[in-house]
């Protein structure tokens, strides 16, 4: 199901936002971008865990999501459940560090939130993500301000719930700015979980390698909505 579009006028008229259902299409079309942009980022990821962590966030994520994107002719015309569920089965398999068991844990809470269904309209999605989050925090045992992915994936979907009654569309534009701000926010503070904690105040000021991925796979969907 292609997304509707509304056009959103204040004096002079902004382009088209998609404001429809989530659906198959639009989830691979998310998949391949955000396994594109790890590809193309996987450098500075990795930099970024170098300073913090153990150097292989961005090794491991690309690994990981490079095996999904080879299984995407597999997943054509899954319903939703079914393609998040072996995303996230991918990942665990095939991420080493903690990305593979965190973000897995994300993919298979997202695929139970969706269910086995080819469509879903904003509000599903935006539970079916906030289960996600609940398993990335049940797993890693972190909350706001430990310096994690949680940092950018809990204001992005307060964001999106506070945009959802706009559309899909509008609801991602806002969860992905509220990512990055929430990963640019936690980037002053000291670590208090994961392998950059136990470096104290010298994770201070060094950008966190997790909250950053998130914000791409936020990214990610925002757009493959809008490319639809």
Known sequence: MRPSTRRRCAGACEPDVPTGDFDSAAFARFL????DR??????ELTQLD???GDADHGINMDRGFSAVRAKLGELDGSNLGVAAKAVGMTLISTVGGASGPLYGTFFLRLATGLGE???VDATTLGSALRAGLDGVRQRGK???DDKTMVDAMAPALDAYDAASGDGIGPALEAAAAAAAKGRDRVTPLVARKGRASYLGERAANHQD???TSTTILFEALRDAVAEG
């Open 38 to 43: 790890i590809g193309e980022r996987r450098e």
């Open 32 to 35: 391949r971008i955000f396994a």
């Open 209 to 211: 390698p997790g909250a």
């Open 117 to 119: 269904t080819p469509a």
């Open 50 to 52: 170098s300073a913090i």
């Open 142 to 144: 972190a909350e706001l």
